[in-house]
């Protein structure tokens, strides 16, 4: 396995090390994707990970193949069948046996206490997500030890991605732009919202399986149209049965994610051709988001692509329409909880991190118009992991 395939679990065990974190035990699944490499299909799999050496991945039979063992050592256990025990009872059982194979009995144990975002498992129609049912077990496993949140520590980590972590983000991004693509090539009047989040989620799911090696692949897609729904998208709406109508605008925002690795894409299309104020706005709001994208750079601060989108639309006249923040981390989830590219922000960018870059404007009796693409901060600038828009 090349060398920078492992390099992210090493920052974290670094980090693990500098906080006096002897061990992490985790079950979120982005969690169990950064540490394993393996995406839970139903989201009870457990990353278990030591300041030294390999993790230790505890997953269902039924997914056992799913398991990477150049990542983690796989210890599969029965779960769902009538052969098999109750889980919290296999969960004992296993946290006990590598409590004494790694000597954590009074160590400081890293867990996941802050729960309320989260990413999916593959399996996201009833998405599992440990709560007081799988604290108490812990504090009863490891009842010598102490129990640390260990979320900011994690995050920290996950904030800066590799070499192989942008690679898979750009297979993430692709497979979202063959929806994407057939969107804009399929596009006429007469087609619903909800026919066109059909349309383009069935592209990627069939276009996903086997894909640049991706095994499991899913998106969510919703659809604003017109005047009304689409200059209420500032915040994400359902797509509805409206049917769209010639010269309308669309906007198709959509999550996509591959083995874990999560794209979040806007795309602007009009219904026939764009007539001369929605060329004029588009092409304001694409200004904007390039003047944004080329502010990803080392060094700059987490306000400067956002002061950067609204110097342009101000200049246009239109930095009252824009209303939300300008960007925010993403990768192992839709929503990372850093950076975030907005007003007063004080971070600082550093290359390896990933944003959202997604200037908007809503506009009554108009319309709404977002561009968004996915953008690292590269070493010498901004690395596009999506395709860059052109203007209308």
Not at 14 to 25: G, T
Not at 77 to 89: N, P
Not at 323 to 350: C, D, K, N
Request: proline share 6%; net charge negative.
């Amino acid at each position: 396995m090349p060398e920078y395939e492992t390099q992210r679990v090493r920052r974290l065990q670094e980090l693990m090390v500098a906080a006096k974190v002897d061990c992490l035990v985790c079950r979120l699944p982005e969690n169990v994707v950064y540490i394993t490499e393996y995406w839970p299909v139903h989201g009870i799999s457990v990353a278990v990970l030591p300041q030294e050496g390999k993790p230790t991945l505890f997953i269902p039979e039924v997914e056992a193949e799913w398991g990477n063992p150049d990542w983690a050592d796989i210890v599969p256990f029965g779960w769902a069948l009538l052969k098999d025990q109750d889980l919290y009872t296999s969960y004992r059982q296993l946290l006990s046996e590598i409590r004494q194979t790694l000597g954590i009995d009074s160590a400081r144990i890293g867990v996941e206490q802050t729960l309320e975002i989260v990413g999916t498992s593959y399996r996201h129609a009833e998405p599992i997500i440990p709560a007081a049912p799988w604290d108490g077990m812990l504090s009863e496993v490891f009842s010598s030890a102490a129990l640390l949140d260990a979320t900011d520590l994690i995050q920290s980590a996950k904030l800066v991605k590799t070499k192989y972590d942008l690679e898979r983000l750009r297979v993430a991004n692709e497979l979202a732009e063959k929806g994407t693509q057939k969107f804009l090539t399929e596009l006429q009047p007469g087609m619903t919202e909800v026919g066109i989040s059909a349309l383009i989620e069935g592209t990627i799911r069939k276009a996903g399986a086997g894909y640049k090696g991706a095994r499991l692949v899913w998106a969510e897609v919703e659809v604003a149209s017109g005047p009304v729904n689409t200059a209420k998208a500032n915040l994400l709406i359902p797509s509805t049965g409206r049917v769209i109508e010639e010269g309308d605008l669309v906007m198709v925002e959509m999550a996509t994610v591959m083995d874990g690795y999560y794209s979040d894409l806007t795309y602007m299309a009009v219904a026939g051709e764009p007539d001369k104020r929605q060329r004029e706005v588009h092409n304001a709001v694409l200004a904007a988001q390039q003047a944004a994208c080329k502010e990803m750079v080392p060094g700059n601060s987490y306000a400067e692509p956002d002061i950067a989108a609204r110097k342009v639309l101000d200049s246009a006249g239109l930095g009252q329409y824009f209303v939300h923040v300008t960007g925010h981390g993403l990768g192992y989830r839709f929503h990372e909880s850093t950076p975030f590219l907005m007003p007063g922000a004080s971070g600082t960018l550093v290359e390896g991190i990933v944003s959202s870059v997604e200037p908007g404007v809503y506009i009554q009796d108009f319309g709404g118009i977002r561009i968004e693409d996915n953008v690292a901060v590269g070493k010498d600038g901004p690395d596009f992991l999506s395709t860059p828009r052109q203007p209308w």
